[in-house]
């Protein structure tokens, strides 16, 4: 029996990360977590509780409410969201993190990284499922930098900014990642929201609501020169351990990252930071699509002259047999060349 959509990606990204070793964490499973409680010692984390996540999504076809799990840290709290260090307690530290399509929300990349590896141990694993800007609403708009990175984290920010806000409603569009590996991009005409939606959406921010928001816009190789450039700030405890790029019709990358050792000196914390990956370069959507169309071209050419060979081996029986040389059924070579493809 073949597996689910749901089930093919589960078993990717079990590739990718041993859960069997030590006590793990997932970060906003919904209704479809990752890592199963039958499948390793895990516990799940989320802003909201269960009975909230299924008044939230109670009018969402694409959720399934009886699948949402029992939530085990709830982050939301009566002064707003607590610190994951706080809310995890005595339960940490944990062995690995998984956070699927979540990091590009977080209003302050800095400081929730941070309260990751306090949470983890040395040489603890954190996996990300990351969307691929080229291939999702976030076509248009323009990438993110570790400046804003910067800006966000001394401001302490706890929500999506009026930048991260504005720009995903003035460039969202409508696109399959199919059509986007095909270079359909759509134009600046086809976005979705006009100007007076994007403002009204950044006053809604300003006027103190947590908009939810593609907050920072990843390539595969935007993510790996970031998270290194922080690492040279001294701002994160993570190098990358493993990248995934985006594969062929798909529209995520997927990331390993490594928590370094507490209590490092300087030299060693600059070696150890130089056993991550630093660079990368993105594969290029058109010749994928190219490659994929050429190798289909040749398999049908292969198999072309396959069936070529075969005319010509029967054309040849057909010849050298007795009723051709009496001049029986077959007229000539030509009527027998004509049977024999029109079987």
Known sequence: MSLSPQDHRRAKLMTFLDVTKGPG???????????????????YVDVFSQDQLRANYA?????????????????SGPEGVRRLPEVVGTAAPFAWMIASHVVEHV??????????????????????????????????RPVTTVGQMLQAHDLGETKPSVRAVFDLTRNAVRVSADDAWRGEVPDRD????????????????????????????????????????????????????????????????YAVLRRLPRGLTGDELVSARAEGITEITDDDPARERIDAEIEKLESAIRAGVQRTEELEEE????????????????ASP?????????R
């Open 59 to 75: 009018n969402d076809p694409a959720v399934s409410l009886a699948d949402i799990p029992e939530i085990d840290f709830v982050l």
């Open 25 to 43: 964490l997932e970060v906003g499973p919904l209704h479809s977590p990752i890592v199963t409680k039958d499948m390793a010692d895990v516990c």
């Open 190 to 253: 086809e976005r979705i929201h006009d100007l007076a939606a994007a403002v009204s959406e950044a006053q809604r921010v300003r006027d103190g609501i947590y908009v939810d928001s593609h907050v920072w816009i990843f390539t595969p190789s935007l993510f790996v020169e970031q998270v290194a450039e922080l690492g040279r700030l001294g701002l994160s405890d993570f190098v990358v351990e493993k990248i995934v790029p985006t594969t062929l019709n798909d529209l995520e990358f």
């Open 334 to 342: 030509a009527a027998a060349l004509k049977r024999l493809l029109t």
């Open 107 to 140: 209003p302050d990349l800095i400081a929730w990284l941070a309260e990751i590896a306090e949470i983890l141990d040395d040489g603890g694993r954190l996996l990300l499922a990351v969307p691929d800007r080229r291939f999702t609403f976030d076509i248009l």
């Open 315 to 330: 054309l040849a029986q057909v010849r050298a047999s007795e009723r051709w040389r009496l001049g029986g059924l077959v």
